[in-house]
């Protein structure tokens, strides 16, 4: 099955810096591929998400990118504010998310200093 | 916009009993999933509903189980507990499949 690996676990960074997360999946047939955000206490929180036929996608201070030559896609947070500070995650899926089964990597906690 | 409602945000049951945990999804929306989130093992999916037939299963044993209402409200149901169960049960929904919004969840712990 689906196999997602994320690094780093964790991640810190001064405010204003730009901060990286990438991940990488094991199944060619993987076509979806969204990232989270999760704060303490609350469920994760849709923040961007890519298909398989877009190489990158971006959204104000937030990026990503897909190589589905090498499987690995990566966010990018720009600029980033002591707010973006939280636990990410990135998943993948084989049916388009549209039957939930989103394979989760482990998480990076993102701590941005002011 | 009513976000997805869990209920309820935290339970504290014993070994070997059962619990049943409650998703309201976003209205609107036909298609919810449950996750299980461990430290341990992070985020798993445990199935995947849509208009009252389940779509989808992960790998979990039989003792968990859900079921979805004709309002699109959805159940599930763990039996036996076991310590290992003590995680927090999230349920996720989503109008068209992509881009599913996850509640806040349930807290289980079990004793």
């Known amino acids: 099955g689906e196999n997602v690996e994320q690094h780093p676990s964790t991640l810190s960074v001064q405010e204003g810096d730009s901060a990286v997360i990438k991940c990488t999946y094991s199944?060619?047939?993987?076509?979806?591929f969204p990232w989270y955000k999760q704060e303490l206490g609350k469920g994760p929180q849709l923040i961007i998400d890519?298909?398989?036929?877009?190489g990158e996608k971006k959204d104000q201070r937030i990026a990503v990118t897909l190589n589905k030559t090498a499987k690995h896609f990566s966010l990018h947070i720009t600029e980033t504010q002591p707010e973006d500070s939280a636990v990410y995650f990135c998943?993948?899926?084989?049916?388009?998310?549209?039957?939930?089964?989103?394979?989760f990597g482990k998480g990076t906690k993102l701590s941005v200093k002011p | 916009k009513a976000g997805v409602t869990q209920t309820p945000r935290y339970l504290i049951k014993t070994r070997g009993q059962q619990v049943t945990l409650s998703c309201s999804p976003i209205?609107?929306?036909?298609?919810v999933s449950w996750y299980q989130q461990t430290p341990g093992q992070g985020l798993q999916f445990l199935f995947e509903?849509?208009?009252?037939?389940?779509?989808n299963k992960g790998n979990f044993p039989g003792r968990f189980s859900g079921r979805q209402f004709s309002n699109s409200r959805s159940e599930m149901n763990v039996s036996t507990l076991e310590l290992g169960d003590s995680a927090l049960y999230l349920c996720?929904?989503?109008?068209?499949?992509?881009?599913?919004?996850f509640g806040s969840g349930t807290r289980l712990t079990v004793v």
């Open positions: 209205s609107g929306h036909r298609s």
């Open positions: 890519i298909r398989s036929n877009v």
């Open positions: 509903y849509f208009s009252e037939t389940q779509r």
């Open positions: 996720a929904s989503s109008l068209s499949g992509y881009g599913y919004t």
């Open positions: 998943a993948a899926s084989i049916n388009g998310g549209s039957q939930g089964n989103l394979i």
């Open positions: 199944d060619s047939a993987s076509n979806y």
